[in-house]
């Protein structure tokens, strides 16, 4: 039993010692609109706005669950080289693609082209939806959006929602996107 204690103890130590090497997340200091939190992007010259309850494993996509829904999702990638461009379709990117070729299109008829300006750069963004599945399932909306910061990087935002609202917050997220003046501390 004595034994026992001596591993349990030593094994607890060494586990909180790691953690003592390891610093806190550090948020990026901005400012954001409303319930929107501010936080770094894969890309650690960039921050973005997020709401809280959306969730990143790679800071690349943030996704929510919707219980009975299909989740919301919005993701933003800086720094889109040449071959990620062809591969999407051109630039900018669109939602509206040749007939056949996925089931991420847009229905005809149901797109919006619009132009932002996001992190100093001209966004060209198409807004979107496409019926729900052959089964009567609920539609769903969604934006992809174009931007050439004024460093020369492509970003490619794409958000995807059941909810009209949802979306907007989505194009909302997107338009938060910034160069920060400080490099992620997070890295090292």
């Known amino acids: 039993m004595l034994r026992r204690r001596l591993v349990l103890g030593t094994l607890v130590a ?35 706005c997020v709401v809280t309850s959306f969730r990143t494993r790679d800071l690349r996509t943030w996704r929510r669950e919707r219980p009975g829904s299909p989740d919301d999702v919005f993701t933003v990638l800086v720094g889109v080289g040449p071959a990620q461009i062809a591969l999407t379709g051109g630039w900018p990117p669109r939602l509206l693609v040749p007939s056949g070729s996925g089931t991420n299109a847009a229905a005809a008829g149901t797109v919006i082209t619009r132009t932002d300006t996001v992190a100093g750069g001209i966004a060209q963004t198409e807004v979107g939806g496409r019926p729900g599945a052959a089964s009567g399932g609920a539609p769903i909306l969604r934006f992809v959006s174009g931007l050439r910061t004024p460093d020369g990087r492509h970003v490619i935002a794409d958000g995807l929602s059941a909810s009209s609202a949802t979306l907007d917050t989505l194009l909302l997220m997107f338009g938060t996107l910034a160069r920060s003046p400080v490099p992620d501390p997070n890295r090292r």
């Open 14 to 48: 060494a586990v909180a010692a790691c953690g003592a090497d390891r610093p806190a997340w550090i948020a990026p200091s901005r400012p954001c609109p409303g319930a929107l939190r501010p936080v770094w992007t894969a890309d650690p010259s960039y921050t973005i």
